[in-house]
């Protein structure tokens, strides 16, 4: 039968539908494998393999989430946060077990290198992504050191390769330390190593990616500052001793100018009538002492003092920049932030940041970093209320005054949510020391007082509507005016007292203070008591005494510094006969630090704690002095799985390992082995008591400032 025309063309009208259509699917189905292979991951690597966690890294072309699923959940385990390099620590494994893993962007997963990796890296890239976690391990080893230097906060992949058989160990990441620095524990490495024949090899996981200083030549008589000045001097370190500051402020690279222009900075800072250190500290922060060297594409043009913006103070210019700085008035009035934190936001950024809180946050950050290097350059001064206006030349050994002032208060009155205004004129004293609590004042009794920015006397004396406010340093009942953190739904004086009864201790202008917890985040954690919080402010000298060799200790105290927590490098920087600090955590040593020949230590840098245990390798006998702070509620810490070094005398007061264990166990905290090292033996011994009632090793001795491990 054949098809009449009509029939002809509706068949084939239909066959090139079906066509087009296939077509049209063929076409999306290449394209979206095309977009599948584009946005494949590659150089995929594991690392840091232990019994119960494991990392995970790769790249991507494109910027994606940063997921994996495990095994067959389908539970996204990362951060959807986008980027090409991706990192993703798993935790909460089982040991001695075998892992299958897809990388995914929340909506395609990926189970094996479809598009291949760097050459650089076919040793370590995986094809297929499984690994296998290793067994707990039940020894403690004493670390071996080796040290890398690479760029400061870098962070690397390592390996152990031993060249006599091409053999590679598994991989270690690290990240650097702000000078550059990495202490790498070569026996933290599974298997058994020949550590005279194996080197620990950075894999260069990012040698293709990572930005490198292109360090340009620049000469001393290319800077345009006088070094011509007669030399001079300030109340604080040397000449010397600031560029061995520089020096390490950019972790030795590059060429700064510290011992070619400190002359010039600070007479040009007294013939300005400005505190020296105070230019020197800011000079320091903004450009390493203007070490043009930096690699420009990290840092971007260098400006000597942070100047921007403006064609008559161009970048990499020392004269016109620090001539620029030292007209400025650098005082500055922001409502609800002290001066200085005021400064802070106005050089900063030029603004207040009154609707900003992240930024005006990252502003007194910068007002306290410069507050820290002045003290470095003082030893040890706080910076003080005026560093401008100083009387010329400058005479560091006299004491300034502030100038007069007028000031508008708003007067805080017991009873009321109404504050008063009232006008001062001539005085050089701040609300509250003109406004003491409990002075009568509007015919009531003013609790406190807060300093309105107007200097105008009928603009000033009027009442005042109040907010619950949230302070740096606390919650009060404020001047709606001046308050750029109103709590929202608080309507009293009342209800915010009773919004601020949670408290938290925190460490504010060098002490630590019993505060609303409201104010902020950083609080200590751990702290329950305002005695807890404030006994660290009773800081006392304490004695310890190491051992030529191995020292395990514990601190009956905190040691700190300068009022604040005392860390590793410091305690290496005071005492160049201590070569190495650790601090072990679980199944390794989680921070070393140790001394270093070409740059002040290698190593994470961490503090120290009361209660918890450190090794200390000492090249000598020799007694340290230590300031600190007693807590006199201490009480036994949490434990994590596997190996805990404690310390203090809750530990050691039982006396005896078996008392120990049962002292922890009436406190439901499940322990079976205590270990220390034995000084005498150079070796540890354990004492361990299992729950079937075999005992194994001798009932040890233990001893006040010892570091004692504890296993759960």
């Known amino acids: 039968m054949k098809l009449t025309e009509e029939k002809k063309i509706h068949f084939l009208s239909l066959t090139i539908l079906i066509l087009a259509i296939f077509t049209s699917l063929s076409f999306l189905a290449y394209a979206n494998h095309l977009n599948y292979l584009k946005d494949s991951p590659y150089d995929v690597v594991v690392s840091d393999i232990q019994a119960n966690t494991v990392t995970i890294s790769w790249k991507t072309e494109n910027d994606m989430p940063s997921y994996i699923k495990l095994d067959e959940s389908e539970k996204l385990l990362g951060s959807e946060e986008p980027s090409k390099f991706h990192r993703v620590t798993v935790v909460e494994l089982d040991s001695e077990s075998i892992y299958k893993f897809r990388i995914s962007d929340g909506e395609r997963d990926w189970n094996e290198d479809v598009v291949g990796h760097s050459s650089e890296l076919e040793q370590f890239a995986l094809f297929s ?6 067994k707990l391990k039940e020894s403690i080893l004493l670390p071996e050191v080796v040290e890398l230097h690479v760029l400061p906060n870098e962070l690397i992949y390592v390996s152990l390769f031993d060249s006599s058989k091409n053999q590679y160990s598994e991989i270690k990441s690290y990240y650097a330390n702000k000078f550059g620095g990495v202490a790498v524990d070569t026996r933290s490495f599974l298997g058994e190593w020949d550590f005279e024949k194996v080197k620990v090899q950075n894999i260069g996981y990012f040698s293709t990616q990572n930005i490198r200083a292109s360090l340009a030549k620049i000469y001393a008589s290319e800077i345009n500052c006088n070094q011509n000045i007669s030399p001079q001097k300030i109340n604080g370190i040397t000449k010397t001793e600031f560029a061995q500051l520089a020096t390490r402020w950019v972790a030795g690279r590059g060429k700064h100018y510290a011992i070619e222009c ?5 007479y040009r800072s007294k013939m300005a009538g400005v505190d020296p250190a105070f230019t020197l500290a800011v000079w320091l922060n903004e450009s390493g002492a203007s070490n043009y060297t930096q690699d420009m594409d ?11 913006g403006r064609e008559d103070v161009p970048t990499h210019n020392f004269s016109a920049q620090i001539n620029h700085f030292l007209k400025r008035g650098h005082s500055n009035v922001c409502p609800g932030l002290t001066r200085w934190e005021a400064w802070g936001n106005i050089y900063r950024w030029g603004t207040c940041n009154t609707n900003n809180p992240a930024a005006r946050q990252e502003g007194i950050d910068y007002y306290k970093k410069i507050e820290s290097l002045y003290r470095w350059i003082t030893n040890g001064k ?15 050994s006299q004491q300034w005054s502030e100038a007069p002032q007028s000031l508008c ?17 001539n005085v050089n004293q701040s609300c509250n020391e003109i406004w003491e609590s409990g002075e009568s004042a509007f ?28 302070l740096s340093n606390d919650v009060k009942w404020y001047p709606k005016v001046v308050c750029d953190s109103p709590v929202e739904g608080i309507n009293s004086n009342t209800e915010c007292k009773e919004y601020a009864k949670e408290m938290a201790c925190f460490l504010r202008d060098g002490l630590y203070k019993w505060l609303p917890e409201a104010i902020g985040t950083d609080y200590i954690k751990g702290v329950s008591s305002g005695t807890q919080c404030e006994s660290r402010n009773n800081v006392k000298t304490y004695k310890i005494e190491l051992k030529e060799g191995v020292n395990f200790v514990g601190f009956d105290f905190s040691p700190s510094y300068k009022a604040e927590p005392m860390y590793a490098s410091i305690l290496l920087e005071k005492n160049k006969d201590i070569e190495l600090i650790g601090n072990f955590q679980g199944y390794e040593w989680k921070d070393l630090v140790k001394q270093s020949e070409k740059i002040p230590f290698v190593g994470q840098d961490f503090f120290f704690e009361q209660n918890r245990g450190y090794l200390i390798i000492a090249k000598k006998d020799l007694v340290i002095e230590l300031d600190g702070w007693k807590n006199p509620e201490a009480q036994y810490q949490d434990l994590e799985d596997g190996w805990n070094l404690v310390g203090g005398s809750i530990y050691s007061k039982p006396s005896k390992a078996s008392s120990l264990i049962s002292n922890l166990e009436q406190s439901n905290i499940d322990i079976d082995t205590v270990g220390v090292w034995a000084y005498d033996l150079g ?9 079937t009632g075999d005992v194994y090793g001798v009932d040890i001795s233990l001893e006040d400032n010892q570091g004692i491990f504890i296993k759960k």
């Open 683 to 691: 070796l540890f011994i354990f004492r361990r008591e299992e729950n």
């Open 262 to 266: 400190f002359d010039d900075v600070v």
């Open 298 to 308: 990290s840092y971007g043009y260098i400006e000597d003092w942070g100047i921007h």
């Open 443 to 470: 015919s009531s009794t003013v609790e406190y007082a807060v300093e309105i920015p107007n200097s105008n006397v009928d603009i000033c004396e009027v009442s005042y509507e109040g907010v619950c406010c949230q």
């Open 409 to 425: 208060c708003a007067l805080k009155l017991k009873g009321s949510d109404v504050l008063m205004g009232d006008f001062e004129g």
């Open 129 to 134: 992504y499984q690994f296998k976690t290793t």
């Open 382 to 396: 706080r910076l003080p209320n005026k560093v401008t206006g100083l009387p010329i030349p400058i005479n560091e």
